[in-house]
């Protein structure tokens, strides 16, 4: 690995300056995925690319780029091998971007291209506004993620276990049997082409995909619907080969389609593709928490209390899991849950909080209820919680 510092986990923001736009156009989902998770975007061409105790400085002209400070991005073109390759971003600007390095101090010879780094996956089939993406890594299920986007309003989404072309494939989970025609995300509650606000994040396995699907009428409607697709972190030490997740909504409604998000309640809305036993055909599950009340979610949870903590400040962080038996199977990775009521006030869409352990976490808002709506003006709602994607790394 070229980075002195791990690259794993990417993420996008929609705030990113060149970021693929989402909106209630059909088709735009298909082109986000793409960006994100495929081919990266908005690249650059570099004037300069200079070390200097331990820090390479990438010079560019014509506005600010994409990178974003934690962001990942690609580096093509050094004289220097090393400086190549995927770098996380320390510092970025309208003309310097900066990552730390360990090669010697100069200035490099080549010419130089960088851009934000894709999450390392493969669309493998497609056809107009249809696409199916597998993750590359060789650790992975290999499970591959069905998305028809031809509705503007929101996509359809199943995974399979295998696939021969974009409308073909077996082990389907869900099954039509559970959903017709596969689970719904959303992506606007209106057909336009008004931007809505999101973030992406993935370490190649598993991707957490946040949307706030009613944002295009301002920051006080930053209600996230927060969902994800592919590996979890196994609780059996031998590995699991089919605990592949897709969350999803039943909903037909996309301002509605909140019921069975990561931190959303109760819902059984989690389909993976075999049970623990690794036999039979698709199982649907919910989330669980190791810690708080069961059946509420970030922000409808008095259990402990509202941010800030009276006794210490803290901010109060826990994780999630799933079972289809009565332990836990696997866990979400990257994704930590808040605990506490009020996070609203102090975490809108895109702020970040840092960990003692040193990662940073990026914040995706919701109004705290399984009765949560894209309309809803988040602000005005007591109960309004949070949960946090941390955007550092690793996540296993």
Known sequence: MASPVDTTVKHYRSDMPGAPVLNGVAGSKI?????CLVTGY???AAASLVVASGIATLTFAGGASAAWPEAVILVAGASNAALNGE??????????????????????????????????WEKVYSKTNVAAYRSLSPESTKMFLRVDDT???????????????????????????????????????????????????????????????????????????????GDLIPKNPAGDAYLCGLSYSQATVAGSM????????????????????????????????YAGSVGFCSGSDPAFGAFPSPVDGSLLLGRTYLSDTTAPRGDFPGLHYCLQTAAWASFK??????????????????????????????????????SFIDITGPWR
């Not at 082109?31 to 960006?35: E, G, N, T």
């Not at 309640?265 to 593709?273: F, T």
């Not at 976490?361 to 602000?379: E, F, K």
């Open 349 to 386: 869409m895109f702020d970040c909080a840092q960990r003692a352990a040193g990662s940073l976490l990026v914040s995706t808002p919701h109004a705290g209820s399984t009765a949560n709506r894209a309309s809803s003006q988040i602000s005005t709602l007591g109960t309004a919680g949070a």
């Open 87 to 120: 770098q996380k971003v320390l510092t970025a600007n309208t003309t310097t971007v900066t990552f730390a390095t360990a090669e010697a101090d100069g200035t490099d010879a080549g010419t130089v291209t960088f851009k934000i780094a894709p999450a390392g």
């Open 31 to 35: 082109s986000q995925l793409d960006a």
């Open 42 to 44: 908005g690249l650059k």
């Open 258 to 289: 909140y019921e069975g998000t990561l931190d959303g309640g109760s819902e059984i809305r989690i389909a993976l593709p075999r049970g623990f036993a690794g036999v039979g055909g698709a199982v649907v599950v919910g989330r669980g928490l």
């Open 151 to 229: 509705n503007p309003q929101f996509v359809r989404v199943r995974g399979y276990e295998t696939m021969s072309d974009v409308d073909t494939g077996a082990g389907l989970f869900p099954t039509d049997a559970m959903i017709a025609g596969g689970g719904y995300w959303a992506k606007s509650d209106t057909t336009s082409a008004a931007a809505v606000a999101w973030i992406l994040a993935s370490d190649g396995r598993f991707f957490i995909d946040s949307v706030a699907p009613g944002s295009h009428r301002g920051m006080t409607h930053q209600n996230c619907f927060l969902r994800g697709f």
